[in-house]
C-alpha cells in the first residue's frame, strides 16, 4: 500500500474555525434564548397562581412550649399582644400575670398577682372579661361593681428588646340594684359617651335585672372618673333565670339568654329601655337551653352553642318588615361532641375558637368554614386566641399552659368567599357582594368575584351587542362587495380605530358623551333604529327600481350613497327624539304639579331601577371602537382568503353577488369569522380604562343597561394600590387577575385552533 | 330531451338580495362615519384649546345673578350654547314661548383669583347684546389661571408710572414681560440644576453619614471616610449659599413691576409684572396673528412644564416619559422577540410542542393589559425591586429605591405585554422570505447563522420593524398597567438628565395617557381640566395613529413586494 497523503482541501472551500464557533454559539444563543422569553411568558400564569395558592390553605397549627401554672380556680384569661405577660383571672377577681418570656434571672419577672379594688372590700360574685376592649367587670356580693382596664404598654429599656408593661386602671365599687345583695351576672358595653352596665341580681330567692348608665367627667386633667348616671331596672323584661348576659359596646341594649333557651333583647335608645325581640335559638331541638353565648368582633353576632353540642351564630340586622334591628339565625356550623366548655373570638377578623375537653376547633363565622380542629393531648379548661391572631393559648385542667403557633394569613379566603351567596353581618339575606374597605377595624370584608363577573359580563354584552353586528356587516360588505380601489383605503381606516388608546375612548366616554347620551336617550334610540330601518328601506326600494336608475350607482358604492340617508334620518331620530318624550316619558312632578317630559326621571319610577349619567348604555357603546375594528379586521381576513375559485364558480352559475357571499363564501369562512367574534370578545372581557372612566364603578349584579357597574380589570386598577402587600386584598385580586386570565385564556385558544382549522381547510382546497 | 320553456316575462328581475348588500353597506358606513367623527371632535376640539378667541362684553336684559359681574355686564369667552338640564328649570322657564329661556351659554370668564371658578353658565334669553371691547389684555399668569383684564397703569418701585392710555405702555408692558421670562428661565436654571445638583449630593452624603451615625464603633478608616463626608457636606453647603443668594436677587427683581387692572365686576387689583407669563389683546388680532399666535400656544404647550396641578402649562414631562418609557421597552422587547421567532421559525422542529407555543403566544397577545400591570407589581416591583433593594440599597430603606413603581418597572411591563405582537410580526416577516433563498445560501456553503445573518433577517427586516412600531403604538397608549407600576401625575424630575447617572431607571415619571386620566378624572375642577385633556389627548393620538399609519404603509408596501418576489 502507498502511503497516499490526501488531496488538500482547496483553501477557498476550508471554513474559517471563527465562522463555525460562530455559527454553534448563535445556534446555541438562539435557543437559550427564545426558550426562555417562551419560557418568562408562562412564568406569567405561574407567578399569578403561586400568588393565589395561599388563599385555599386552611391554618396551621403547631405545638410551640408549655408552662406551669400555679393552681387556682381560674375562670378567665387574657394577654397582651406578643402573649409575653398573659394574665389568669381567679374567680375570686385576683389577677396572675406570669411573664412567658425566656429573659435571664434579673429581668424576668417570674409570676405576680394584682388584687382589683373591688376584691378587697366585698367579695366578688360576678365577672366578666372583654378581651378586645381588655376590660374587666366585677360584682360583687353586696351590690357594688368596678370596672378594670388592664393596660398593656410595650416600653423598650436599655437593655434593648421590648418589656410589656402593665397597670390597672380601675373604677372604685358602685352600687347597682338594691343594696346589699350579691350580683351574680354582670355585662359591660363602652364606646365613648354612652357606656352602659347590666347586671342580674339574687333578691329575695329570685333574680332581678338592671342597668346602670354611666358617665366621665371630663376635667382639664384629661378623663375623670366613672360615675353613674342613671339605674334602671329592667326586671319586668324577664321571666325566668337569666343565664347569660351580655351588652354590645355599642351600649344600645341589653341580650339576655334565659335558663330556658329564650334569648330576649331590650333595646336601649339612651333614655329608655324597650323589649324589641324574644327569639329562640334552638327551638326545633330537644333540649332547647343554651350552653353557651358569646359575641364575635364586631359585636353584632352571636355565637350560641345548645346543650347537645349545636353551635349556631345569630346577627343583627334591619328586618325590613318591622324596620328596625333585630337578631336573625344567619350561619349553622357543625355540631360539637357536647356543650363548648371553652370559647375565645378573635381580635382581627370573625374567627372564634371554641370546643370542650379535648376537641378544640377554630371557625371562621362569615364564612361557616372549619380554619382547624383537632383532638389536643389534654383538657382544656381556658382558651385564647392571641390579639394578633398568631398564637393560640390553652390552659389545661392540670394547669399548663399551652402555647400553639396559628398561621392562618387568609381566615376569610375560600371557594364560598368568592363565590358563594353569604349572609354577611347587618345584612337580611345572602348575597354576593365585594365591599374591600370599609370604615371601621371591625368591617366585614366582602370579598365576592361574583358582582365582579356579572359587571365584566354585562360589559362585554352591551359592547358585543353595538359592535358585533357593526363589525360583521362591515366586514361582508369590504370583502364582497367593494372595489379593491377603494379597500386599499377604507381598510386602514377601520384598522386606525383599533390604535385609539382605551384612556382616550374612556375620556371621551365619561366626560363628553355621558353627558350628552343621558340628556337624550329617546333621540338615541330613535336614531339607531331609524338609520338601521333606513338601510333595509332604502335596500327594499333600491331593489325595486328600474334597471336604468341602478345602473347610475356603481355596484360597490352603496356605503357612499347611503351617507346622505344616513345623516337625514339620524339627524330626523334625534330632532323626534324629544317630541317622544313628550308623549310617553312623562313623570309628574309631586311637588309642583308640574308635567316634565325626561326620561332619566321616568325610567326609575316605570322600572324601580335606577338611571345612572355613566352607565353600561355609555360604556358598551365606547368599548364598539375598540372591538369593532379587531372583529372587523379578522374577519374581513378570513372572507377575504377564501378562495377565488369559489366565488367565480357561483357567480359564473348565475348566483347574484349577495347569494354567494351569504351561500358561499361565508360558510366557507365561518371558522374564522368565528374566531374573530372570540378575539373581540376576549378584548371588550380585559377593557379597563373605559370602564374606570365610563361608570361609576359600582359592583352590582344585574344587566340595567342604564347603571353602570364594575369589572374584574377596572377591579384591580381602582383597589390594587391600596392593597397591602401580600394581604387577602391583594391575594383575591391576584385572583381575580387569575379569573380573568382564564376568561381570556379560553376564548383566545377557542379561537385560535379555529384559525388553524381554518388554515387547514384553505390549503386543502388549493 | 325537451329545454325548459322559456320565462314569460320580459323584465329582467332584480339580482336577488340586493336589499341586503345595503344593509351590509350601511354596517361600513356607520363604522367609517364613527371613526371621523372621533377623529374629527378631537382635531377640532384640540386644536380649539390654542386658538386665540375674541372676548365678549355680555349685556343682560335683566339682574338675575349678580355673581361675575357689575350691573348688567360681564366679560368673557364664549365656549358654547345648549339645553339646560329640565331638572334645573323653574316652571316659568319650562312654560316660557322663547326657547332661548331653556339654553344656557357657557362662558370662560377667567380670573379665578376673583371669582373662585373660572366658567360660568348664564341664561342664553337674558342676554341682550354681545360686543367685543378692544382694550382687553387676556394674560396668562403662573397663578390662578388666565386673567381677563383692563389694564390702569404700570409701576415700579422706584415711582415709574405710565398709564394705561400712554402711547409707551403697551410697548413697556411687552418689553417686561419679555424680561421676566428670561429671568424665570435663569431662576430655574439656578434651582433646577445648579441647585439640584447639590441637593442630589447632599442626599447621598446625608444617607453615608446616617450610616456611620448609627453605628456603635468605627474602624479608623471608617472614622477618616466620615470626617471626609462631613467636610464634604460643608464644602456643598458653602456652594450652595451664594447660588441660593443669586436666585433670591432674581426673585426680588421679577416683583419690581406692578400691573394695576380693572375686571369687570369692578373691582381694581394689581400683579406683579413677574406673574405674567404671556398676554395678549384678544379681540385687536388679525387672523394671521391669531395664527402665529396660535403655533406660540402650541408650542408652549408642547415645549412647557405643567403648573397648577397639571391645569395649566405644558406637558412637556408627560410627553418626554412617554418617549423614555417607549424606546427602554423597544429596547427589551426587541432582541427577545427576534430571538423568540427566529427560535420558533429557524431553529425549533416544527411539531406539537410549536404549535402550542405559537397558542401560547397568540393567547397572550389578547390577556388582558391590567393583567399585566398586576404581574409587573407583584413580580417586578416587589420581588424583584425589594431584592435589589435589601441587597444594594439598604441604607436607604425603609424608603424603597427600586422596590416602588418606576419607569424600568413599567417599561419592563410594557415590553412584556407587547413582546407578542413582535413575534407574530417577525415570524412572519421570516416566514415570507422564500425557502430558495435559504437553500441557495445553504448550498452555497454558508452556514445556518450566516445564511439567518445576511439574507433572512435583511430580508424580513421591515416586517420586524412594523412588528416594532405596532408594538410601540399599543405601549405608548396604554394607561391600565402603568398605573400600577410607576405612572404618577406629576413627576418632580425627568427620567433622563444632566445629573449623573443620568438615567435614572428607578424613577417615576408622567406619561401622556395617564395625564389625561389624572386629569380628567382625578382634578378638583374638570371643567377648568378639559381643555388640556383635549389638547392632550390630540397630541396621542396624533403620535399613536402616525406610528400605526407607518406600521400599515409598510405591511402594505411588503404585501406587494413579496407577492412579485416569490419563485
Not at chain 1, 339612651?270 to 353565648?293: K, Y
Not at chain 1, 377604507?490 to 384612556?503: D, F, G
Not at chain 2, 406692578?258 to 365686576?265: E, F, H, K, P, Q
Not at chain 2, 410601540?472 to 413627576?491: I, K, N
Request: contains cysteine; neutral net charge.
Amino acid at each position: 500500500m502507498t502511503n497516499r497523503t490526501p488531496k488538500p482541501i482547496p483553501e477557498r472551500f476550508i471554513v474559517k474555525p471563527a465562522t463555525l464557533w460562530f455559527d454553534r454559539f448563535m445556534n446555541h444563543f438562539i435557543k437559550v434564548g427564545g426558550l426562555s422569553i417562551i419560557v418568562a411568558v408562562s412564568l406569567i400564569f405561574v407567578f399569578i397562581l403561586i400568588q393565589i395558592i395561599p388563599l385555599f390553605r386552611g391554618a396551621r397549627v403547631a405545638p410551640d412550649r408549655t408552662m406551669p401554672i400555679p393552681a387556682d380556680d381560674y375562670i378567665a384569661l387574657g394577654s397582651d399582644e406578643w402573649s409575653e405577660l398573659p394574665f389568669f383571672l381567679t374567680a375570686d377577681g385576683a389577677l396572675r400575670f406570669v411573664d412567658t418570656t425566656d429573659l435571664p434571672e434579673p429581668y424576668h419577672r417570674g409570676i405576680f398577682t394584682r388584687q382589683a379594688g373591688i376584691a378587697q372590700v366585698a367579695d366578688v360574685t360576678a365577672v366578666e372579661f372583654n378581651p378586645y376592649a381588655s376590660h374587666l367587670v366585677l360584682g360583687s356580693n353586696d351590690g357594688r361593681f368596678s370596672i378594670v382596664d388592664v393596660v398593656y404598654r410595650a416600653t423598650h429599656p436599655p437593655r434593648g428588646g421590648r418589656e410589656v408593661q402593665v397597670t390597672l386602671e380601675e373604677t372604685p365599687p358602685l352600687r347597682i340594684g338594691r343594696e346589699g345583695h350579691p350580683l351574680r351576672i354582670v355585662a359591660y358595653g363602652d364606646r365613648g359617651a354612652r357606656k352602659l352596665l347590666a347586671a342580674a341580681q339574687w333578691v329575695d330567692e329570685r333574680y332581678e335585672l338592671h342597668a346602670a348608665s354611666l358617665t366621665q367627667r371630663q376635667t382639664l386633667m384629661g378623663a375623670g372618673e366613672l360615675s353613674v348616671e342613671q339605674t334602671f331596672d329592667l326586671t319586668e323584661h324577664i321571666d325566668r333565670r337569666p343565664a347569660f348576659l351580655l351588652v354590645p359596646p355599642d351600649a344600645d341594649g341589653v341580650v339576655i339568654g334565659q335558663d330556658d333557651g329564650v334569648v330576649r333583647y331590650v333595646h336601649f335608645d339612651g333614655r329608655r329601655f324597650t323589649l324589641r325581640q324574644i327569639f329562640e335559638p334552638f327551638a326545633d331541638l330537644d333540649d332547647p337551653r343554651i350552653a353557651s353565648m358569646h359575641f364575635l368582633l364586631g359585636d353584632v353576632s352571636l355565637v350560641f352553642t345548645a346543650h347537645n353540642g349545636a353551635q349556631r351564630v345569630f346577627s343583627l340586622f334591619r328586618d325590613p318588615d318591622k324596620d328596625m334591628r333585630i337578631w336573625g339565625h344567619t350561619k349553622t356550623f357543625p355540631d360539637l361532641p357536647g356543650p363548648a366548655t371553652f370559647f375565645s373570638a378573635a381580635m382581627r377578623n370573625k374567627g372564634f375558637l371554641t370546643g370542650r375537653e379535648r376537641f378544640a376547633t377554630l371557625r371562621y363565622s362569615t364564612t361557616e368554614n372549619i380554619r382547624w380542629e383537632q383532638e389536643l393531648p389534654f383538657d382544656v379548661h381556658l382558651a385564647e386566641i392571641g390579639p394578633r391572631y398568631n398564637r393560640l393559648l390553652f390552659l389545661d385542667t392540670e394547669h399548663q399552659l399551652h402555647f400553639y403557633d396559628l398561621h392562618d394569613p387568609h381566615p376569610q379566603a375560600g371557594w364560598r368567599t368568592y363565590f358563594g351567596k353569604i349572609q354577611y353581618e347587618g345584612r337580611a339575606e345572602a348575597e354576593y357582594s365585594w365591599q374591600s374597605t370599609g370604615g371601621r377595624d371591625d368591617f366585614e370584608r366582602k370579598l365576592s368575584l361574583v358582582p365582579l363577573i356579572i359587571g365584566t359580563l354585562k360589559g362585554t354584552l352591551y359592547a358585543m351587542i353595538f359592535a358585533l353586528p357593526i363589525a360583521l356587516l362591515a366586514a361582508i360588505y369590504t370583502s364582497q362587495f367593494l372595489k379593491p380601489e377603494i379597500k386599499r383605503y377604507v381598510k386602514p381606516t377601520m384598522e386606525i380605530m383599533a390604535s385609539l388608546p382605551s384612556v382616550v375612548l374612556g375620556f371621551l366616554a365619561a366626560l363628553w358623551l355621558a353627558p350628552i347620551m343621558s340628556n337624550a336617550v329617546p333621540s338615541v334610540i330613535l336614531a339607531t333604529t331609524f338609520v338601521i330601518a333606513s338601510a333595509f328601506g332604502v335596500g327594499f326600494v333600491w331593489g325595486r327600481l328600474p334597471r336604468r336608475i341602478r345602473m347610475r350607482l356603481k355596484p360597490g358604492y352603496e356605503f357612499i350613497a347611503f351617507v346622505p340617508v344616513m345623516a337625514l334620518v339620524a339627524y330626523l331620530g334625534w330632532r323626534l327624539g324629544p317630541v317622544v318624550e313628550n308623549a310617553f316619558f312623562v313623570v309628574t312632578d309631586p311637588d309642583t304639579g308640574l308635567r316634565i317630559a325626561d326620561f332619566r326621571m321616568w325610567y326609575p319610577r316605570a322600572t324601580g331601577l335606577s338611571f345612572e349619567q355613566r352607565n353600561a348604555f355609555v360604556v358598551g357603546f365606547v368599548m364598539g371602537f375598540a372591538v369593532i375594528p379587531i372583529i372587523y379586521t379578522i374577519t374581513e381576513d378570513a372572507l377575504s382568503n377564501v378562495p377565488d375559485a369559489f366565488r367565480s364558480g357561483s357567480l359564473a352559475l348565475g348566483a347574484s353577488r349577495w347569494q354567494t357571499a351569504v351561500r358561499i363564501v361565508l360558510p366557507t369562512a365561518s371558522a374564522g369569522i368565528f374566531s374573530a367574534v372570540m378575539i373581540g370578545l376576549g378584548r371588550a372581557v380585559g377593557e379597563t380604562m373605559i370602564v374606570v372612566m365610563a361608570t361609576g364603578n359600582t359592583p352590582v349584579t344585574h344587566l340595567n343597561p342604564f347603571t353602570g357597574m364594575r369589572t374584574l380589570s377596572a377591579n384591580i386598577a381602582v383597589e390594587l394600590p391600596e392593597a397591602p402587600y401580600l394581604g387577602t386584598l391583594y391575594r383575591t385580586l391576584f385572583l381575580g387577575a387569575m379569573v380573568l386570565f382564564l376568561m381570556t385564556f379560553v376564548v383566545n385558544t377557542l379561537a385560535e385552533i379555529m384559525r388553524q382549522h381554518l388554515r387547514e381547510r384553505y390549503k386543502a382546497v388549493e | 330531451m325537451t329545454n325548459p320553456p322559456p320565462t314569460t316575462s320580459t323584465r329582467p328581475q332584480p339580482p336577488a338580495g340586493e336589499t341586503y348588500v345595503w344593509v351590509t353597506g350601511m354596517g361600513l358606513t356607520i363604522g367609517l362615519v364613527m371613526i371621523l367623527f372621533l377623529l374629527g371632535l378631537i382635531l377640532r376640539n384640540g386644536i380649539g384649546v390654542f386658538w386665540p378667541r375674541r372676548v365678549a362684553e355680555v349685556t343682560f336684559r335683566e339682574e338675575r345673578d349678580t355673581r361675575f359681574r357689575e350691573g348688567l355686564r360681564t366679560l368673557g369667552v364664549i365656549l358654547l350654547e345648549q339645553d339646560r338640564d329640565i331638572r334645573d328649570l323653574t316652571p316659568e322657564q319650562i312654560e316660557s314661548p322663547d326657547p332661548a329661556d331653556r339654553r344656557e351659554k357657557q362662558l370662560f370668564i377667567g380670573n379665578r383669583d376673583v371669582y373662585g371658578q373660572s366658567f360660568a353658565f348664564f341664561n342664553a334669553g337674558n342676554i341682550a347684546a354681545i360686543d367685543y371691547p378692544d382694550n382687553v389684555i387676556r394674560a396668562e399668569r403662573l397663578e390662578w389661571g388666565d386673567a381677563l383684564l383692563f389694564p390702569v397703569r404700570l409701576h415700579s418701585r422706584d415711582g415709574v408710572e405710565i398709564l394705561a392710555d400712554d402711547p409707551a405702555f403697551d410697548g413697556t408692558l411687552n418689553r417686561l414681560v419679555r424680561e421676566v421670562g428670561d429671568r424665570r428661565r435663569e431662576i430655574n436654571r439656578i434651582e433646577r440644576f445648579a441647585i439640584g445638583r447639590i441637593n442630589l449630593q447632599m442626599r447621598d452624603l446625608e444617607l453615608r453619614e446616617r450610616f456611620f451615625a448609627r453605628q456603635d464603633a468605627l474602624t479608623p478608616e471608617q472614622e477618616a471616610e466620615y470626617a471626609t463626608v462631613r467636610q464634604r457636606m460643608a464644602e456643598l453647603q458653602a456652594e450652595y449659599d451664594p447660588l441660593a443668594a443669586q436666585a433670591g436677587v432674581l426673585r426680588a427683581r421679577q416683583m419690581e413691576y406692578t400691573l394695576d387692572y380693572r375686571v369687570i365686576s369692578g373691582e381694581a387689583r394689581s400683579m406683579p409684572v413677574g406673574h405674567i407669563v404671556h398676554y395678549y389683546y384678544p379681540n385687536r388680532l388679525n387672523t394671521p396673528a391669531r395664527v402665529r399666535l396660535m403655533a406660540h400656544h402650541i408650542w408652549d404647550f408642547l415645549s412647557g412644564y405643567p403648573r397648577e396641578a397639571n391645569t395649566e402649562g405644558g406637558i412637556f414631562p408627560a410627553i418626554f416619559g412617554t418617549f423614555v418609557m417607549t424606546l427602554i421597552m423597544s429596547i427589551a422587547v426587541m432582541p427577545f422577540g427576534v430571538m423568540a421567532a427566529i427560535y420558533l421559525r429557524e431553529y425549533a422542529r416544527q411539531g406539537s410542542l410549536v404549535r402550542a407555543v405559537r397558542i401560547a403566544i397568540n393567547n397572550l397577545a389578547g390577556v388582558p393589559s391590567i393583567v399585566f400591570g398586576i404581574f409587573g407589581l407583584g413580580f417586578f416591583v416587589y420581588l424583584v425591586g425589594g431584592t435589589i433593594d435589601n441587597l444594594f440599597f439598604p441604607q436607604a430603606l425603609p424608603t424603597p429605591t427600586f422596590g416602588t413603581g418606576g419607569i424600568m418597572w413599567a417599561s419592563l411591563t410594557l415590553a412584556l405585554m407587547t413582546v407578542p405582537v413582535v413575534i407574530v410580526a417577525t415570524e412572519e416577516a421570516l416566514a415570507a422570505v422564500s425557502r430558495g433563498v435559504r437553500e441557495g445560501s445553504l448550498a452555497c456553503g454558508a452556514s445556518k447563522w450566516q445564511t439567518i445573518q445576511r439574507l433572512v433577517l435583511p430580508a424580513s427586516a421591515p416586517g420586524i420593524l412594523t412588528g416594532l412600531v405596532l408594538a410601540m403604538a399599543r405601549g405608548a397608549g396604554e394607561v391600565a398597567p402603568l398605573m400600577l407600576v410607576g405612572v404618577v401625575a406629576l413627576a418632580p424630575n425627568l427620567p433622563i438628565d444632566s445629573m449623573f447617572p443620568f438615567i435614572h431607571l428607578e424613577r417615576k415619571f408622567m406619561h401622556m395617557g395617564f395625564h389625561i386620566y389624572d386629569l380628567g378624572f382625578q382634578s378638583p375642577d374638570s371643567e377648568a381640566a378639559k381643555p388640556m385633556v383635549f389638547a392632550t389627548t390630540l397630541v396621542l393620538i396624533l403620535l399613536v395613529v402616525v406610528l400605526n399609519l407607518l406600521a400599515i404603509m409598510v405591511r402594505n408596501h411588503l404585501r406587494k413586494k413579496y407577492a412579485a418576489d416569490t419563485f
